[in-house]
Nanobody, 130 residues
Framework: QVQLVESGGGLVQPGGSLRLSCAAS????????IGWFRQAPGKEREGVSC???????YKADSVKGRFTISRDNAKKLLYLQMNSLDVEDTAVYYC????????????????????????WGEGTLVTVSS
């Protein structure tokens, strides 16, 4: 069955970096839109970054210039390189995927909140603190 497993979370100081990984199994990632979402305590889930099957990406304004999403379809891995981390980035980070193709504003909505993603990982905690 489809499974997504995140790793790479931890405690980091403000200004530091982390790289999250998401290992996929049970499906061919080439044809999926895969993304990262996060949920901070007491806040709603928000989209961080997505990459569509054709390579088109979405990135939240709050992480532009700091976070980079990438995928290795051969290894079935999704990455999120996070630089210049801030305390506001503290959250549980989730990997999610869908085989459905979204474009335009629908793609923006998919990546903005995650509604429409069919499969989710359990999450990995990122804590940014001095």
């Amino acid at each position: 069955q489809v499974q997504l497993v995140e790793s790479g979370g931890g405690l980091v100081q403000p200004g530091g970096s982390l790289r999250l990984s998401c290992a996929a199994s049970g499906f061919t990632t080439d044809y999926y839109t895969i993304g990262w979402f996060r949920q901070a305590p007491g806040k709603e889930r928000e989209g961080v970054s997505c990459v569509r099957s054709d390579g088109i990406t979405y990135k939240a304004d709050s992480v532009k210039g700091r976070f980079t999403i990438s995928r290795d379809n051969a290894k079935k891995l999704l990455y999120l390189q996070m630089n210049s981390l801030d305390v506001e980035d503290t959250a549980v980070y989730y990997c999610a995927a869908t085989p459905r193709y979204y474009s335009g504003s629908s793609f923006q909505r998919l990546c903005g909140r995650g509604a429409g993603m069919d499969f989710w990982g359990e999450g990995t905690l990122v804590t940014v603190s001095s």
